[in-house]
């Protein structure tokens, strides 16, 4: 018995070995390459990394996925909240569910084109905005399903209970339901911000004069290929990303129903 499990437990590191290296490996040459040496025998240098901060297109860019990243975060987890609650609220889940996970079977291009020619058709040119509803759109059904899987721990009697006491319904969700869900809201917060970050091609479809970091990586690859200057870009990409997963997997731990329950 015990030779089985420690053969299983080897079989399924062994599986999981594998699998993260089919993940991760591909991460590691543009870390690399971005400490390359600029002179042939000279070491490792950072210098790439501080020429990002002298290209006023890239820093335009930057300012920009920073601005539409905080809307999108915003809009995707407060409209994610109000679909789960419709899910949970209503006789007709599964079809308010499919409404909502329907844009995801779209192919980015044809939805890209599509809202295109909406805004044309409206002649609406906010660059800022065509690219803020185009990325919420995108992260909205993610941003759903998290915060329906976080409220799907919930117990109801919380609410009931509240109610019978004479607590309405905005003060039963303020005092109790969201305290609970907290974590899934943060994480859906958190996944609409990297989903923002790294959308690109509905968002150069419709981007306009303006750039986000995405879609100004694609354009110098195009147009010069890769560089180290493009490789230290991919790799600050590649660490706030990982930055981002890390604290929403350690602050949904700490703000987990079970967590607040022993606190």
């Known amino acids: 018995m015990l030779r089985n499990r420690s053969a299983a437990r080897f079989v399924g590191w062994c599986c999981l070995s594998a699998v993260l290296l089919v993940i991760y490996l591909p991460l590691i040459p543009p870390i690399l390459f971005s400490v390359a040496p600029s002179e042939p025998g000279a070491g490792p240098t950072l210098r790439w990394y501080l020429a990002l901060w002298h290209d006023s297109l890239l ?6 996925s920073l601005e539409v990243g ?5 809009a995707a987890t407060i409209m994610g909240l109000g679909a789960a609650m419709a899910i949970h609220s209503l006789r007709v889940p599964r079809l308010i569910l499919a409404l909502m996970l329907l844009p995801l079977f779209v192919p ?3 939805m890209g084109l599509a809202t295109a020619l909406f805004f044309r058709l409206v002649g609406f040119q906010v660059s800022l905005v065509k690219i803020a509803i185009v990325q ?3 992260a909205l059904p993610f941003s759903t399903l998290i915060v329906v899987t976080a409220m799907s721990a919930f117990d109801p009697t919380y609410l009931e209970a509240a109610y019978v006491s004479g607590a309405g319904r905005w003060r039963a969700f ?6 609970l869900i ?15 970050f790294n959308e690109t091609i509905r968002t150069a479809i419709v981007q306009g004069p303006l750039n986000t970091v995405q879609t100004y990586i694609w354009s110098t690859f195009r147009q010069v290929g890769l560089s180290p200057a493009l490789y230290s870009l991919m790799s600050l990409l590649i660490l706030l990303t990982a930055v981002l997963v890390a604290a929403f997997v350690f602050g949904g ?3 987990s129903p079970e967590a607040i ?3």
């Open 59 to 64: 820093v335009s860019a930057i300012v920009t």
């Open 70 to 74: 905080m809307i999108v975060a915003a």
């Open 108 to 110: 980015g291009v044809s």
């Open 136 to 138: 919420t759109a995108w």
């Open 174 to 179: 303020v005092d109790i339901e969201f305290p």
């Open 182 to 196: 907290r974590s899934g809201l943060t994480g859906a917060a958190t996944f609409s911000l990297i989903l923002s």
């Open 253 to 255: 731990v700490r703000g």
């Open 261 to 263: 329950r022993r606190e």
